[in-house]
């Protein structure tokens, strides 16, 4: 399936229920209350720490999607931080009233696998269909911008300046992630891939979406062939060891990444990958974009690399 599974409605691009849409790790089980507290409140969205330690993120429809994440059209933010949160199968609930229910919502869960996976030659097809395509959009700074350095699409500037000096050291550990990776050396993956945790600025560290991307992608890829590329407990421990790294909410979405807990387009592109729908794939690469202002195109780049690298072909990280 293309889009992972979205019950009651269906997003980009057919008719959506118009009460909003709940990731299907948000709310807990019948007769069960999930408490938190708002620690970060943005433009867009609010984020909840909850007790159990994960997050929630609340916005409205113009957000992707997560499987943590609560969206509806009438979210207004205005929430103050510090604010008591409780979610019920019922709803959502502050001061002991409830602000959003849930009657009528949508039910999103990413897509864990595809059955029947395609051919390799039409899966490297749509990877290359999505690396083009992001070739094309813009330098948005990150990895994003590394990616587009190494294709000579955006120049690198003198050695002394400190963004390009970062750029040069963020592009050598992507390339030796690639080489570790491609060589099967997991301890040594490991260790490098733990270096990068908290590398870069903002809520979620450039060097997280990037390793979330490969998390994602190394287990999606395992399961659509049948045979893991490495374990789920060895995903979960880079996840482990990386979020103690970083910040408490970049360090739950890795531990979501290495479950499979992925959001909307991220789930949808890996789909269509595996479908060998180049099309698809390329398209999705533009919804993706949307994702924050770096951070989607952070994780395409990790998830690219990552299948890159497991399907025999030539890295981004190459010169």
């Known amino acids: 399936m293309r889009l992972g599974t979205v019950t009651a409605g269906i997003r980009n691009g057919v008719n959506m229920v118009n009460a909003g ?154 390339s030796d992630l690639a080489r570790t990776l491609a060589l099967g050396d997991w301890e040594k993956f490991m260790r490098q891939a733990v270096d990068g945790a908290g590398m870069g600025a903002g809520l979620t560290p450039a060097g997280d979406d990037f390793l979330a991307g490969m998390l994602a992608a190394l287990r999606y890829h395992g399961r659509s062939r049948g045979a893991d590329v490495v374990s789920q407990p060895f995903l979960e421990n880079l996840a482990r060891l990386a979020g103690e790294r970083t910040t408490p909410f970049s360090a739950f979405l890795l531990r979501c990444s290495a479950r499979g807990l992925v959001a909307e387009p991220f789930s949808a592109w890996l789909s269509a990958v595996h479908s060998g729908e180049a099309a698809t794939a390329a398209r999705q690469v533009r919804d993706i974009a949307g994702i924050g202002h770096s951070s989607g195109l952070d994780t395409l780049s990790g998830m690219l690399l990552a299948l890159q690298t497991v399907m025999g072909e030539r890295q981004w990280t190459d010169r």
């Open 21 to 174: 849409v709940i990731g299907c790790s948000a709310v807990p089980p019948p007769g069960l209350v999930r408490h938190g507290i708002v620690r970060g409140v943005f433009a867009r969205s609010v984020h909840v720490a909850l007790t159990d330690g994960a997050f929630l993120t609340l916005g409205g429809m113009q957000l992707a999607v997560h499987p943590a994440s609560i969206l509806w059209p009438g979210f207004a933010g205005g929430v103050e931080v510090g604010r008591e949160m409780d979610v019920t199968t019922e709803g959502l609930y502050t001061e002991g009233k409830q602000c959003t229910p849930f009657a009528g919502m949508a039910v999103f869960t990413p897509s864990s696998w595809c059955r029947p996976m395609a051919e390799a030659e039409r899966i490297v097809s749509a990877v290359a269909a999505s690396f083009e395509q992001a070739a094309r959009i813009p330098a948005r700074g990150g990895f994003h911008e590394i990616l587009l350095r190494r294709l000579g699409a955006a120049p690198l500037g003198p050695p002394d300046r400190l963004s390009d000096r970062l750029a040069r050291l963020e592009g050598d550990w992507c």
